[in-house]
């Protein structure tokens, strides 16, 4: 069964960049969408960037273009996420979901994934 474990959360200032990563194991990452999700206190789930399962679909949330930039690396099967210019308003918990070859817009905008993983805490204060 699919599994997905996120790392790379931490504690960053204002302007700084951190880069989580999304392994899989039971499967391999190029044969499902994967996306980022993050929730923030008092607000709702948020899509903040998805990718397909052949990397041709590349979504991402307004408040985090150009900021933020999805990868998949095959080889250590994992897709990961490079936020840089960090705000504190992208403190969040962030999670990573799959779905069996899907397209990354449908499933940061209309989430029903195959397997979520647990969620790390990203933090951006002075």
């Known amino acids: 069964q699919l599994q997905l474990v996120e790392s790379g959360g931490g504690l960053v200032q204002p302007g700084g960049s951190l880069r989580l990563s999304c392994a899989a194991s039971g499967v391999a990452v190029d044969h499902y969408a994967i996306g980022w999700f993050r929730q923030a206190p008092g607000k709702e789930r948020e899509g903040v960037s998805c990718i397909s399962s052949t990397d041709v679909d590349i979504y991402y949330a307004d408040s985090v273009k150009g900021r933020f930039t999805i990868s998949r690396d095959v080889a250590k099967n994992t897709v990961d996420l490079q936020m840089n210019s960090l705000k504190p308003e992208d403190t969040a918990v962030y999670y990573c979901?799959?779905?069996?070859?899907?397209?990354?817009?449908?499933?940061?905008?209309?989430?029903?994934?195959?397997?979520w993983g647990q969620g790390t805490q990203v933090t951006v204060s002075s």
């Open positions: 979901a799959a779905d069996f070859g899907g397209w990354g817009r449908t499933l940061c905008l209309k989430p029903s994934p195959d397997s």
